[in-house]
């Protein structure tokens, strides 16, 4: 079974690690970054392993400049 990461999960390790909580600009762009990896279409998953899916969460944190927002 696998576990995703959450929107709560990242947000409170960011205060722990920052001092800080998460943006709300940037909270939008981050959830779609974390839901990617659980997309399915007509009821299969779009990214059937393990690693297709950390592939997929990689290139959606790189592409879409969600770190630099963060900050």
Do not use: C
Not at 15 to 23: F, V, Y
Request: glycine share 8%.
């Amino acid at each position: 079974m696998i576990r995703y990461v959450s929107l709560d999960t990242r947000a409170s390790d960011r205060a722990a690690a920052l001092g800080g909580p998460l943006q709300r600009a940037t909270s939008g762009s981050w959830e779609a970054v974390l839901l990617r990896p659980q997309t399915s279409l007509f009821g299969h998953d779009t990214h059937p392993d393990l690693m297709t899916k950390a592939a997929v969460l990689l290139h959606s944190i790189v592409t879409n400049q969600t770190s630099a927002q963060a900050g």
